[in-house]
């Protein structure tokens, strides 16, 4: 059975004895846009819409646990697929069980829990990042969205807590779980250290692709640091390791971000016809509001993998 029927299972088993009993809190509505100028090597300089997005959320009370709800749509001129590129998608339409005793039930689409839990810590910048708007021009295998997601969190307990999660993306490949990732996570109050494990049946990539990866984060006053570790076994591009750092100072309305990521073929990697590549990433921006700043972003690829670029924007949110 897929995470569809699941989701529909679930919503219907929950939602409807809540509806009967107590009246529904107002969903809060939330959104954000973001527009920049673009000084890409080879190419014109470009005037962008980077991200436009919409969406509501909101939680359903009841005696044991809470049900919060998110739907959210999105749009941008920035895309890695083509199919895709200015158009409007459903990024957010998911549900979220949440008890203190027995933990977190997750059903439907949206954020994938490795970014939320372990590339967020490293994907910090406005413009080169792991997001559909961001173009993924960032160095790792894992992506941003997930659909047909059943995923579970367990209660925390001193600190520690983990993860088990089931994606179907594909719905006709005769695989119920075309992914099943596994996380373990410590998180305290200014450090945290996360493990996941995600493994692709052999049924969605023939090689039965294996992705590892290790993030840690740490805050002090107004500084940030964090690094991040992802090998990829068993790719159908290749095997490869990736490392990341990334570096945040805030002083009043500034901010000042670094960041370093490398991606390392391994020596009998096959389909590899691309050599190691750094990519470095600088950021400063100044928040003129509570919801909005201002940026300026540079990217440069060592290996020229991606075009080198200057980026200067806007970015809100509501």
């Known amino acids: 059975m897929k995470t569809k029927a699941v989701a529909s299972l679930v919503a219907g088993l929950f939602i409807a004895p809540v509806?009967?009993?107590?009246?529904?809190?107002?969903?809060?509505?939330?959104?954000?846009?973001q527009g920049q100028l673009t000084w890409e090597d080879g190419k014109d300089h470009q005037t962008q819409l980077q991200e436009a997005l919409v969406g509501l959320h909101g939680f359903i009370p009841a005696e044991h646990f809470r049900m919060r709800y998110?739907?959210?749509?999105?749009?941008?001129?920035?895309?890695?697929?083509p199919e895709e590129q200015?158009?409007?998608?459903?990024?957010?339409?998911n549900l979220l069980f949440v008890s203190k005793q027995f933990g977190g039930l997750y059903v439907g689409q949206g954020t994938t829990g490795s970014w939320q839990d372990l590339y967020s810590k490293v994907d910090?910048?406005?413009?080169?990042?792991?997001k559909r708007a961001g173009g993924n021009e960032s160095l790792f295998r894992q992506g941003y969205y997930g659909t047909n997601i059943l995923a579970y969190a367990s209660p925390s307990f001193h600190n520690f807590s983990f993860k088990v999660a089931a994606m179907s993306p594909n719905e006709t490949n005769g695989a119920d779980i075309d992914v099943l990732g596994l996380r373990a996570l410590y998180n305290a109050k200014n450090f945290s250290l996360v493990l996941n494990r995600a493994e692709m049946d052999e049924k969605q990539v023939a090689t039965g692709y294996t992705r590892w990866a290790l993030a840690s984060s740490y805050k002090m006053g107004n500084a940030y640091l964090a690094?991040?570790?992802?090998?990829?076994?068993?790719?159908?591009?290749?095997?490869?390791?990736?490392?990341?750092?990334?570096?945040?100072?805030?002083?009043?309305k500034m901010s000042y971000r670094l960041g370093a990521q490398t991606k390392q073929w391994e020596?009998?990697?096959k389909n590899v016809d691309k050599e190691?590549?750094?990519?470095?990433l600088a950021n400063v921006s100044y928040q003129f509001h509570p919801n909005a700043s201002l940026y300026a972003e540079v990217a440069e690829y060592l290996e020229d993998s991606q075009n080198d670029k200057i980026n200067v924007g806007l970015v809100a949110h509501f």
């Open 19 to 33: 509806y009967a009993q107590v009246e529904l809190p107002k969903p809060e509505f939330y959104g954000a846009i």
């Open 70 to 81: 998110k739907l959210a749509a999105e749009y941008s001129e920035t895309n890695p697929n």
């Open 86 to 93: 200015d158009e409007i998608i459903v990024s957010e339409a």
């Open 124 to 130: 910090i910048f406005d413009s080169t990042n792991m």
């Open 227 to 252: 690094g991040l570790v992802e090998y990829n076994e068993k790719d159908p591009l290749g095997d490869s390791w990736v490392y990341a750092v990334s570096g945040k100072y805030t002083a009043d």
């Open 267 to 269: 020596d009998d990697a």
């Open 276 to 280: 190691d590549e750094t990519l470095l």
